[in-house]
């Protein structure tokens, strides 16, 4: 009796391994790019949050500065643009219910530090925006030498900055005839117009600048401008914001 003839099992062939691998490999690649670009714009929303997120918080504080910014007469006032920067004497935090536009002469019952005040720089150095404040006094010669000091630590505010503009908005008259004014960058002489000091702006010394600049900036003006340039990835292009000063004289 003849027995039919077993069929020889059939395996993968080598091109067969090779093809499937090669699948496998497409698929991976295109999964990894996926996951990749996945990943980059997670890190792409957590970075553009972050500088946004700091950009208002040091916009914030900005206007908190100006804010509390009161002028001292001559030689402090409110703002001032010296060497780049813009110098802010201003009433420091208070405590949680401490009145911080009290007069200290008007009684008893006031906080302790009420009557004094700290000076506050800001600047762009190393690409970004930083920030100064000096120690709260009621020394007008200890804040005369912080407004002029120039070597403060600074504290970085938001990177990616790398330049600063700032600009005065000032009235034309004077009292009831304030019906116009303009913007007029600091230390020319459209902002030296309404200072109260006539001092000739050119001077071999760098103290006689420092001392006419102060007094080009001398009356507060109504509002201040801020114009920021930006480099950085999560945040390029110009930002300007104005700023309305309450202490203005």
Do not use: C
Request: net charge positive.
């Amino acid at each position: 009796m003849s027995r039919a003839p077993v069929s020889a099992q059939r395996g993968f062939t080598l091109i067969e391994l090779l093809v499937a691998v090669t699948i496998l490999a497409v698929v991976a690649v295109l999964g990894w790019r996926g996951l990749d670009a996945v990943a980059r714009s997670r890190d792409d929303a957590s970075r553009a949050f972050t500088t946004s997120s700091r950009l208002a918080d040091g916009m914030q504080q900005f206007g908190d500065d100006l804010r509390h910014a009161v002028s001292q007469g001559p030689g402090l006032p409110a703002v001032s643009v010296l060497g780049g920067g813009l110098f802010i004497v201003r009433r420091p935090a208070q405590p949680l219910g401490g009145d911080v536009r009290a007069d200290v002469g008007a009684g008893v019952g006031l906080p302790p530090n009420a009557g004094e005040l700290q000076v506050v720089r800001w600047t762009v150095q190393d690409g970004a925006l930083k920030r100064s404040a000096s120690s709260p006094t009621d020394s007008r010669a200890v804040l005369q030498a912080a407004l002029q000091n120039s070597t403060a630590p600074l504290l970085t505010i938001l990177p990616g900055v790398v330049s600063m503009q700032v600009q005065f908005y000032r009235y034309a008259g004077i009292g009831l005839l304030q019906q116009s004014g303009a913007w007029v960058n600091a230390g020319t002489a459209a902002n030296a117009a309404n200072a109260s000091s006539n001092t000739p702006a050119s001077s071999a010394s760098a103290a006689a600048a420092a001392a006419n600049a102060l007094a080009a900036n001398a009356a507060t003006p109504a509002a201040v401008r801020l114009r920021l340039q930006f480099t950085d990835k999560a945040l390029t292009g110009d930002l300007q914001r104005d700023f309305l000063l309450d202490d203005r004289e």
